[in-house]
């Protein structure tokens, strides 16, 4: 998808289809640079990794986290950047990393987490998409995602990106602890990502907007993953939130049904993603919701279960097949940003633009 500046009304498109291009730079440019991270981190033998960021670089890590313990067996756990120094104990008995992501490496929050885990002599890790940023200078080592510049201030390109990198260092790090024959297909399968999301771009585009058309009116939303999918609909309500105004959470599918279900009524639409794996819980939950008058989205792949639910469910956006579970977020957040974007500016917003935000946050 060949770019150039005056094509599009607003950068947040161009940005979102620039993500193929931006993943494969990531996994060309940068893969050397991450099996040396891999060999390092291996060689101090961490047991104990602190993941950390803000906004949507917290979202990246915790679907980071959900990959690297799954594959690796390494203890990890991610804190929003503001509350790393609250939480993290002053002292160790184990060795200890943290994983410091930022987009611009300048956010403020960012910075005093990383002094923070300096005072207590924990390496730092930096994740960054600017090279010569403070907090790149502050780590002991650097992982660099190749987005380019982001102009937008809602994260796109810059989210996969991380995503992108945060998951060929946890496949790097369980092949050097727990290597497999299946660990090889997985790096094999994650590389098409840059297809796969290209491919899912070019399907859904018309269809998303559609679709931002028919539920403009509606400003209670509701996203619900599970897994790693959980960081999408966080990352998802986010997007919604700086571009449309509107009220949009995020929450892990099962937990939604301890509390929030109360909220759901003729006025809210329920944006459901699920692997093929994960369609049939969904099932029961869809008939509830729409029991209850609200409007059902669901995001997954073209399957004959997913097919048979068409008539069930008031829109569905497939993505690509093939991509392992663990790295599905790559796909799946790619029908939110566009319906984000769409929605904004049918809504009459400027998406690249969001009142009362900024890109970075000092």
Known sequence: MGMSSNIYE?????????????????IDLERGRIRSVANRVVAEN??????????????????????????????????????????????????????????????????????????????????????????????????????????????????????????????????????????????????????????TLKSLISKVREASRRFKDLNVIFLLGSGSNFATALEGALKLKETCNVFSEGFATG???????????????????????????IVELNRSLKGFGAFTMLISEGTPKVTRLSNEVDEIFTVSS????????LLYVLPLQVFAYYSSVIRGFNPDRPEKLRKVVR
């Open 255 to 281: 937990e939604f049904l301890h509390g929030p279900l109360r909220l759901v009524n003729e006025g809210t639409l329920v944006i459901m993603m699920a692997t093929p794996d994960e369609i049939e819980s």
């Open 322 to 329: 093939g991509m392992p579970r663990i790295f599905s977020p």
């Open 10 to 26: 607003h950068y947040m498109l161009r940005e979102i289809l620039e993500e193929p291009g931006a993943l494969r730079r990531t």
């Open 46 to 199: 961490y047991e104990m990794i602190y993941i950390t960021g803000s906004g949507t670089s917290y979202h990246a890590g915790l679907a980071s986290q959900y990959a690297l313990s799954n594959l690796s067996g390494l203890t990890a756990s991610t804190l929003p950047a503001s509350e790393f120094d609250r939480w993290v104990p002053r002292r160790f008995s184990r060795r200890t990393l943290l994983i410091a992501i930022s987009q611009s490496g300048e956010s403020s929050d960012i910075l005093e987490a990383a002094d923070a885990a300096s005072e207590r002599g924990i390496p730092i890790l930096a994740v960054t998409n600017t090279p010569g940023s403070s907090l790149a200078e502050k780590a002991d080592f650097q992982i660099f995602p190749r987005s380019g510049r982001e102009n937008a201030v809602p994260a796109t390109k810059t989210y996969v990106t991380q995503l992108m990198s945060l998951f060929m260092l946890s496949l790097e790090l369980a092949m050097r602890r727990v290597g497999n024959d299946e660990l090889s297909d997985f790096r094999e399968r994650l590389y098409m990502a840059p297809q796969a999301a290209e491919c």
